[in-house]
């Protein structure tokens, strides 16, 4: 679906990517922030058959540590971003590095285009929280019509895997752990933005919205805090 097909209700993902995303500075400081170790997922994906041969495509990609960290061990990376900050910064860095099996897109999950059933691995993490539910589950099924049968999902993002009920302690206990300075991670103020601005959802939603996309949850897991979530799912 592209607005060029007349969707004048087409969701502007370009308009909700977040604001600081967009902003070189911001994204500058992006790494040390985030502080991702993307050892785990690479291992797990190769387990589950990533190698040389095999197209992998990360949807909001942000400056690429995962990206980078993959690209050493599949065929071709796509990695898709809307923010054009967060993808020259992964540019700059593909060549320092030389690393030429790397395609860097400014998209986003309703817009990518991207050959149908032809990806072998997706990968999105801390990046699906941008859309509201209604788009999660249009961008679900674009995913899943991009990977191969049998092809997997990996998903990880803000998933909240309490009860509604209870919401207020389980967040209040979520923000009272947050750094004081957002030098190395999330302040307090900024997971508040991130809730009241953004729209992570619940377990229950998504583990649904992925089954009638048309994927089989194979492994589940979330954090302690009940607001992490990680999804390996396989398209039937
Ligand atoms: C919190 S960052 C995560 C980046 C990276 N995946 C990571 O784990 O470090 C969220 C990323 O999602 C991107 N983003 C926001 N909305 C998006 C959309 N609709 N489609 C694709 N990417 C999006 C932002 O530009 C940003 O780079």
């Not at 990376?77 to 395609?103: F, I, Q």
């Not at 191969?148 to 302690?169: H, I, K, M, N």
């Not at 999330?186 to 959802?201: F, I, K």
Request: aromatic share 10%.
């Amino acid at each position: 679906m592209t607005k060029d097909q007349g969707s004048n209700w087409l969701f502007d993902e370009f308009a909700h990517a977040g604001d600081e995303h967009l902003d070189p500075t911001y994204v500058r400081t992006y790494d040390r922030k985030a502080g991702t170790d993307p050892t785990a997922d690479v291992a797990l994906l190769r387990d589950l058959g990533l190698d040389t041969r095999a197209t992998l495509v990360d949807l909001g990609a942000g400056t690429g540590a995962f990206a980078l960290a993959a690209a050493r061990f599949s065929g071709s990376v796509v990695a898709v971003d809307v923010s054009s900050a967060m993808l020259a910064n992964l540019r700059a860095k593909l060549e320092r590095l030389g690393s030429t099996n790397v395609t860097c897109v400014r998209a986003g999950f309703l817009t990518y285009q991207h050959a149908p059933e032809t990806a072998d691995f997706v990968y999105s993490r801390n990046a699906l929280h941008h859309l509201p539910d209604f788009w999660k589950a249009l961008a679900l099924e674009r995913i899943a019509a991009m990977l191969r049968s049998g092809g997997t999902l990996l998903l990880r993002d803000l998933v909240f895997s309490f009860a509604p009920g209870d919401a207020a302690s389980t967040i209040e206990a979520w923000l009272a752990a947050a750094p004081p300075t957002s030098d190395h991670g999330w302040t307090r103020a900024e997971l508040e933005t991130h809730l009241r601005d953004e729209y992570s959802t619940y377990s229950w939603l998504l583990e649904s919205m992925l089954e009638r996309s048309g994927f089989e949850i194979t492994s589940v897991s979330h954090s302690p805090s009940k607001v992490f979530g990680a999804y390996t799912a396989v398209k039937r």
